[in-house]
């Protein structure tokens, strides 16, 4: 089914990999000429203990000395797929010869003082034992110099040997993921900004420029000639794709089907001339277009199910957010807090007709929706309850100076039916015990009305990434 929880989490993430530096202060390989070879063995040794799970896979790299060893191997690094980069140092090396190839990367950063000694054994502790076994002072000398110039970085402590501390590797990676989805997300966005909806419109804010993100805009258009170009053809395919993702309403006539692929076709290609797979549609100037005339739910919810990032009322940011919950929590969707509870502290979670239909509780129906302001429009959208279970609603914000902030709020979706409201919905038991003290603390935190929606609550995991990228965090 639809609902089935090992397509929604991890196994959707494969594969993580992590590239493993070794820096060693050049003066060593004079002093103990057998430094580099014994360190690229060590972290041979390393790479296999922590590769725990098999979505992981760790590469090591021959340990680097120079300023330009460092910048060179940086550049061969950007050219791939890393989602996290390990510092690992086991013997000092100085900071100034690392920093600037590690200030020009945009590869997320975490620190390690690798150590080949687990138990410090006093007695057997001499020369030999330093040689491998002195890089906690070399990540200290790192971190200070980095956070000087506000280069965002992780750093971890521990050894290889400590179930927890490869746990928590692997969710540096899962974090690592995310942060990388953002900076290669290239949102589109389709029929521009809500009018007056500033909470959604921090796209000029510090930290969005810092993660080199410019949504490119399409005007409508440009879309309307997209949908002019749909073959008829394509048409039926995506019939038949719709009637083994939904039950088709009888409301729905061929008509509107028609429509409706035409529109989810033409959004699909709009993203693949973009290199895209997140987009932010405004359904108000969409439907007020007579060469339009839909919301797109039933794309939206169709790019959500194939991983891609979403958000409406135009707010590309948000879709982007979605995105990275997707890559690193294997599932996600976009949603919003309708209503509170107060007298059970929950809330409702809704949005008018686009979800993730792969996150639906039973296999979801597409139905009629209509919308008249300067217009008159009829479309499909998208009508289901989200699965129950563990889950985490998470915002993505900016704060007064530009910086990045990240909420999340732990809880869970109830089993209650919603049969007398339609679209995408569910009712959300949080983890806080009182609903106001929640609400006002997310409030004050600078959280937007849009959020993702996750089935695996991993705070850990946000909290790497906000010190991956050097933002604000708060977990409610």
């Given amino acids: 089914m639809l609902n089935d929880r090992t397509r929604m989490t991890t196994e959707s993430i494969l594969p993580l990999k992590i590239a493993l530096v070794t820096p060693v202060a050049d003066l060593y390989h004079r002093l103990w000429p057998d430094i580099g070879e014994s360190l690229f063995a060590l972290a041979g040794?390393?790479?296999?203990?922590?590769q725990i799970k098999e979505e992981l896979t760790i590469a090591c790299h021959q340990?680097?000395?120079?300023?330009?060893?460092?910048?060179?191997?940086?550049?061969?690094?950007?050219?791939?797929?890393?989602?996290?980069?390990?510092?690992?140092?086991?013997?000092?090396?100085?900071?100034?010869?690392?920093?600037?190839?590690?200030?020009?990367t945009p590869l997320p950063l975490l620190l390690w003082p690798m150590q080949q000694m687990f138990e410090l054994k006093p007695d057997q502790y001499d020369g030999e034992t330093i040689k491998l076994n002195h890089g906690v002072h070399a990540v200290q000398d790192l971190a200070h110099v980095l956070a000087r110039h506000g280069r965002a970085f992780g750093v971890i402590?521990?050894?290889?040997?400590?179930?927890?501390?490869?746990?928590?590797?692997?969710?540096w990676a899962r974090a690592g993921r995310m942060?990388?989805?953002?900076?290669?997300?290239?949102?589109?966005?389709?029929?521009?900004?809500?009018?007056?909806?500033?909470?959604?419109?921090?796209?000029?804010?510090?930290?969005?420029?810092?993660?080199?993100?410019?949504p490119t805009v399409v005007s409508l258009e440009a879309f309307a000639d997209l949908i002019g170009d749909i073959g008829e053809s394509d048409i039926q395919e995506h019939l038949t794709l719709y009637s083994s993702l939904f039950d088709v309403d009888?409301?729905?006539?061929?008509?509107?089907?028609?429509?409706?692929?035409?529109?989810?076709?033409?959004?699909?290609?709009?993203?693949?001339?973009?290199?895209?797979?997140?987009?932010?549609?405004?359904?108000?100037?969409?439907?007020?277009?007579?060469?339009?005339?839909?919301?797109?739910?039933?794309?939206?919810?169709?790019?959500?199910?194939?991983?891609?990032?979403?958000?409406?009322?135009?707010?590309?940011?948000?879709?982007?957010?979605?995105?990275?919950?997707?890559?690193g929590f294997g599932c996600a969707s976009f949603s919003e807090m309708f209503s509170v509870g107060y007298a059970d502290h929950r809330l409702l979670l809704k949005h008018w007709g686009e979800g993730n239909i792969r996150m639906a509780r039973a296999r979801p129906r597409m139905i009629r929706s209509r919308f008249e302001d300067r217009q008159k429009a009829e479309f499909a959208v998208a009508d289901f309850e989200?699965?129950?279970?563990?889950?985490?609603?998470?915002?993505?914000?900016?704060?007064?100076?530009?910086?990045?902030?990240?909420?999340?709020?732990?809880?869970?979706?109830?089993?209650?039916?919603?049969?007398?409201?339609?679209?995408?919905?569910?009712?959300?038991?949080?983890?806080?015990?009182?609903i106001r003290d929640l609400l006002n603390h997310y409030a004050y935190a600078g959280g937007t009305h849009h959020l993702a929606l996750a089935y695996e609550p991993r705070p850990d995991v946000l909290e790497k990434l906000c010190l991956l990228s050097g933002w604000q965090y708060t977990a409610l």
């Fill in 45 to 50: 040794r390393m790479a296999q203990a922590l």
């Fill in 63 to 104: 340990p680097v000395s120079t300023a330009t060893q460092f910048s060179t191997l940086f550049q061969d690094l950007a050219r791939d797929e890393w989602d996290l980069v390990i510092v690992a140092l086991a013997p000092y090396c100085p900071s100034g010869v690392q920093i600037q190839a590690l200030l020009e």
């Fill in 157 to 171: 402590h521990g050894h290889v040997q400590q179930t927890d501390f490869r746990e928590s590797v692997h969710a």
């Fill in 179 to 214: 942060r990388r989805a953002m900076q290669q997300a290239r949102p589109v966005q389709l029929g521009g900004h809500f009018e007056h909806m500033l909470d959604l419109q921090i796209g000029d804010s510090a930290f969005v420029r810092d993660m080199g993100l410019v």
């Fill in 250 to 327: 009888p409301g729905v006539d061929a008509t509107l089907l028609a429509q409706t692929a035409r529109g989810d076709i033409a959004l699909h290609r709009l993203l693949e001339q973009y290199c895209s797979q997140t987009c932010a549609v405004n359904f108000l100037t969409l439907c007020n277009d007579a060469r339009i005339g839909d919301g797109l739910h039933i794309a939206a919810s169709r790019l959500m199910d194939a991983g891609g990032g979403y958000a409406g009322e135009g707010d590309w940011v948000t879709a982007v957010l979605v995105r990275a919950m997707q890559q």
């Fill in 386 to 434: 989200f699965a129950p279970g563990p889950a985490m609603l998470v915002n993505l914000n900016a704060s007064p100076d530009g910086k990045g902030r990240l909420i999340s709020i732990t809880g869970r979706i109830t089993d209650d039916p919603l049969p007398c409201v339609e679209g995408p919905r569910a009712v959300f038991k949080p983890d806080a015990e009182d």
